[in-house]
T-cell receptor
Framework: GDSVTQMEGPVTLSEEAFLTINCTYT??????LFWYVQYPGEGLQLLLKATKADDKGSNKGFEATYRKETTSFHLEKGSVQVSDSAVYFCALIPGYSTLTFGKGTMLLVSP | GAGVSQSPSNKVTEKGKDVELRCDPI?????LYWYRQSLGQGLEFLIYFQGNSAPDKSGLPSDRFSAERTGGSVSTLTIQRTQQEDSAVYLCASSLGWDRGNEQYFGPGTRLTVT
């Protein structure tokens, strides 16, 4: 079946450090890929998405590129802020189905 | 505009009682989803409604769980004879449908605690 694998956290960084959160997937066909973010005490928010190979999703300084050859969708940000501290979920939809989520990666950014 | 709303925000119930959780999707969204978020299992899909089609119930963990969507809008998730392992945050999401990008927008969730 479809699955998403994320790096385990927590990821602990200092402010202005470079962030990478790895995400790889297994799916039939050509899924759409998403990153969702959950800030402390809040609900899930869509951060960015990509719907086909080589697409780059971006939002709020975060980027992720849909790599079909490596079945990956790694999340990156050049300079993290304390306010980026949250749990990040990689997810996919294989067409007309529902979201399959990774287990989430907690990011902690210190001043 | 208004986002997805859920009620109650918190629910504490005794083992064996029935509970109902409510979701109001974004106006105009034809698809509605229920997920469960728990420490041990992460985010799990429960059930999916798309327009007037029969719902996809493949994620419901047992026959104690059911959901309905009235008038293509509001949805209620019912858990009968609750068990302690049902304790989790229940999330509702809505979207314009799989053929229109399928971006799902989530509500704040209902935290269910079964004592």
């Amino acid at each position: 079946g479809d699955s998403v694998t994320q790096m385990e956290g927590p990821v602990t960084l200092s402010e202005e450090a470079f962030l990478t959160i790895n995400c790889t997937y297994t799916a039939t066909g050509y899924p759409s890929l998403f990153w969702y973010v959950q800030y402390p005490g809040e609900g899930l928010q869509l951060l960015l998405k990509a719907t086909k190979a080589d697409d780059k999703g971006s939002n709020k300084g975060f980027e992720a590129t849909y790599r079909k050859e490596t079945t990956s969708f790694h999340l990156e940000k050049g300079s993290v802020q304390v306010s980026d501290s949250a749990v990040y979920f990689c997810a996919l939809i294989p067409g007309y189905s529902t979201l399959t989520f990774g287990k989430g990666t907690m990011l902690l950014v210190s001043p | 505009g208004a986002g997805v709303s859920q009620s109650p925000s918190n629910k504490v119930t005794e083992k064996g009682k029935d509970v109902e959780l409510r979701c109001d999707p974004i106006s105009g969204h034809t698809a509605l989803y229920w997920y469960r978020q728990s420490l041990g299992q992460g985010l799990e899909f429960l059930i999916y409604f798309q327009g007037n089609s029969a719902p996809d119930k493949s994620g419901l963990p047992s026959d104690r769980f059911s959901a309905e969507r009235t008038g293509g809008s509001v949805s209620t998730l019912t858990i009968q004879r609750t068990q302690q392992e049902d304790s989790a945050v229940y999330l509702c999401a809505s979207s314009l449908g799989w053929d229109r990008g399928n971006e799902q927008y989530f509500g704040p969730g209902t935290r269910l605690t079964v004592t």
